[in-house]
């Protein structure tokens, strides 16, 4: 399941902590972060317009990882470069 977004809980996590997580965990941050009143959000990949999202909770408390699911047109185009 490819991870479209990392979502950081603002009661468990500052920005700099949020970073740090995501270093050790081999994800990425281009220094955009999206803020809301409760969380921190970093964006790992584009979201796809045909693609179905979900939201699951990690080991780690105040930790969500925003996962692609189901069929989309990107496994199709895929296919498709494949000449399958």
Same mark, same amino acid.
């Given at each position: 399941?490819?991870?479209?977004?990392?979502?950081?809980?603002?009661?468990?996590?500052?920005?700099?902590?949020?970073?740090?997580?995501?270093?050790?965990?081999?994800? !990425?941050?281009? @220094?955009?972060?999206?803020?809301?009143?409760?969380?921190?959000?970093? $964006?790992? #990949? *584009?979201?796809?317009? &045909? =693609?179905?999202?979900?939201?699951?909770?990690? !080991?780690?408390? @105040?930790?969500?990882?925003?996962?692609?699911?189901?069929?989309?047109? $990107?496994? #199709? *185009?895929?296919?498709? &470069? =494949?000449?399958?």
């Amino acid at each position: 399941m490819p991870v479209q977004s990392v979502i950081f809980s603002r009661e468990w996590f500052d920005v700099r902590a949020a970073r740090a997580w995501l270093r050790s965990y081999g994800y !990425r941050h281009n @220094g955009k972060v999206h803020e809301t009143a409760n969380y921190h959000r970093f $964006r790992q #990949s *584009e979201p796809h317009p &045909l =693609a179905q999202y979900r939201t699951i909770a990690t !080991r780690t408390p @105040g930790v969500k990882l925003v996962v692609e699911v189901g069929p989309t047109s $990107r496994e #199709s *185009e895929l296919r498709d &470069l =494949a000449g399958e």
